[in-house]
């Protein structure tokens, strides 16, 4: 309902049994205006992001380099080097910020695997599998950091909710 219904050329790259349900079914205006009603909050950059990724073609969709450097993602890539990366550091004069806010992964993202995926049978497998593995890893848990100079400050802010932060870290 939010998105409306597709225009033919956008299914192209849906599956048969998606084509037929669509057609099937009688035409709906795209509703996005909604998206400015879940929450009081909610900016035009944050709207007008999620419309761009909320696209059924996935041809036309944002790809994500332009996702990440989407307006709406400045305040938030701020707030995470202001107290949460450990790529910044404070020194008596301030903070020092990375040169690079932004950087590039190696290897490229590589998603040809979605190629051989032909039911939600096969998607949900994937996925289980995917979650098993992330359980036995190596890496370390995205943690906020509550020595952070900016500490208070991010968990009053509209990015956290104090609700989930124990009163004890908040002091």
């Known amino acids: 309902d939010l998105l409306g219904t597709p225009p033919v050329a956008a299914l192209r790259s849906a599956c048969e049994g998606a084509r037929a349900h669509i057609l099937r079914g009688s035409h709906k205006p ?7 009603m879940l929450s009081g909050e909610a900016t035009h950059e944050a709207v007008h992001l999620l419309c761009r990724m909320l696209v059924f073609d996935p041809a036309k969709r944002i790809s994500a380099k332009d996702a990440l450097s989407h307006p709406y993602l400045d305040e938030g890539r701020l707030r995470y080097h202001t ?4 790529c910044c550091f404070s020194v008596s004069s301030g903070r020092i ?6 950087p590039r992964a190696d290897p ?3 998603g040809s695997y979605e190629k051989n995926l032909a039911s939600v049978w096969q998607v949900k497998e994937l996925v289980h599998r995917f979650i098993l ?3 036995h890893g190596k890496r370390v ?3 906020i950091n509550p020595q952070s100079a900016a ?7 509209t990015a956290w909710h104090s609700s989930k932060v124990s009163k004890k870290e908040e002091r």
Do not use: G, H
Not at 30 to 36: A, E, H, K, Q, R
Not at 83 to 86: H, V
Not at 151 to 157: E, G, Q
């Open 30 to 36: 795209p509703s996005l205006s909604v998206l400015y």
């Open 83 to 86: 107290c949460m990366c450990t």
């Open 97 to 102: 910020y990375t040169s690079d806010f932004e």
């Open 108 to 110: 490229k993202f590589d």
């Open 133 to 135: 593995e992330q359980q």
């Open 141 to 143: 848990p995205l943690c």
């Open 151 to 157: 500490f208070k400050t991010f968990i009053r802010s």
